[in-house]
Nanobody
């Protein structure tokens, strides 16, 4: 199973970016999907998660500015980042809780990360 994140880049404060993360490989089903971020010198923290049915959870500081969504048919999770702030600069990682077969347990897989840099 591989997760490929894309969409990061340079953006001015107040601007927007769209991230996407495609899951591929031996996938029977995907449960929760999510985005985390790791700023320089800090630990990796939750940004947002979404269940298969679309229920979402957001970290408090990104509510009303970031939106997580997913396309189950495309095995893709998205993160729309609006009204970006300098402190949102980080490497953003996607993850997915995947079953590789009917008989397998759920395992968490991570993407490689995509860098978002917000400048003033």
């Amino acid at each position: 199973v591989q997760l490929q994140a894309s969409g990061g880049g340079l953006v001015q404060a107040g601007g927007s970016l769209s991230l996407s993360c495609l899951a591929s490989g031996s996938i029977f089903s995907i449960n929760g999907m999510g985005w985390y971020r790791q700023a320089p010198g800090k630990q990796r923290d939750l940004v947002a998660t979404i269940t298969r049915s679309g229920d979402t959870i957001y970290e408090d500081s990104v509510k009303e500015r970031f939106t997580i969504s997913r396309d189950n048919a495309k095995k893709t999770v998205y993160l729309q980042l609006n009204s970006l702030k300098l402190e949102n600069t980080a490497v953003y990682y996607c993850n997915a809780d995947v079953r590789t077969s009917f008989y397998s347990t759920v395992s968490k897989y991570w993407g490689q990360g995509t860098l978002v840099t917000v400048f003033s």
